[in-house]
């Protein structure tokens, strides 16, 4: 079972704390064309594993001590890199994957507002409720996603390092979820950028997570190539 959360706020158990480094996957082809994504399992680009490469580097300086993946190719090929650089076995989950797009897997923002306008404008509104045939809400993946990256950090013992390589919005979800967040402030979070991560540290005195770090590439100081990718989805 996951550790009681109530607003953010975890029970104190440990006299060090732990760390959850959140990992985006790194380039695809339709990341590179704007594509929605979703379960649809689109392996990663030559530039993909170049920055998987990169950011397994600087995963490897973190000390990991287990690391964890969602099941679909893009994100299990990133999470491979670290293991290589790492020498962790990683552990999928498909509670991990991105959100279930449904009838919009594989269309560009214009395709979605062509053929599905109404959900096209809830969507850009922040509505979040109104989809498409077969599409996950972000309440539905919010109550996948956050339970499995808590059940992560109890995996972890006091002053452990873990490492889990997802997807960029349903990271967002979980991220506001475990920090206990309302999903209204979504809008106000810069969307993580392919092999970025963030660092969740935990605050043992207090009982609750803290946002440590957000939205590091491998590029920004002294671990390599900067990458940047701005694809909206998966």
């Known amino acids: ?30 990341n590179l064309s704007g594509r929605a994504q979703g379960h649809a399992d689109v392996p990663l680009n030559d530039t993909g594993r ?9 995963m490897a300086s973190f000390g990991p001590s287990r690391l964890w993946s969602s099941d679909l190719a893009r994100a299990r090929q990133t999470a491979d890199a670290i293991a290589a650089a790492t020498g962790l076995t990683v552990e999928c989950d498909r509670r991990l994957r991105e959100y279930d797009v449904g009838a919009r897997s594989g269309l560009t923002l214009a395709e979605l507002a062509e053929q599905h306008p109404q959900e096209y404008a809830d969507w850009m509104a922040g509505r979040t409720t109104t989809v498409v045939a077969g599409e ?21 013992a006091a002053g452990e390092v873990g490492v889990v390589v997802m997807h960029g919005a349903c990271l967002k979800v979980g991220l506001l979820g475990v920090l206990g967040w309302p999903w209204e402030l979504s809008r106000t979070i810069q969307g993580i950028e392919n092999a ?11 009982g609750l997570l803290r946002l440590t770090s957000y939205n590091e590439k491998a590029g ?14 998966g």
């Open 220 to 233: 920004s100081g002294r671990h390599g190539p900067d990458f940047v990718a701005d694809a909206p989805v």
């Open 136 to 156: 996950e809400t972000t309440p539905e993946v919010r109550a996948r996603v956050t339970p499995a990256l808590l059940q992560c950090l109890k995996g972890l």
């Open 196 to 206: 970025a991560y963030c660092v969740l540290t935990e605050d043992v005195e207090r």
């Open 1 to 30: 079972m996951p550790p009681q959360v109530e607003a953010g706020v975890l029970r104190p158990s440990r006299d060090q704390p732990r760390t959850l480094v959140l990992v985006r996957h790194g380039e695809t082809d339709w």
């Open 50 to 58: 170049v920055q998987a490469k990169a950011v397994a580097l600087v």
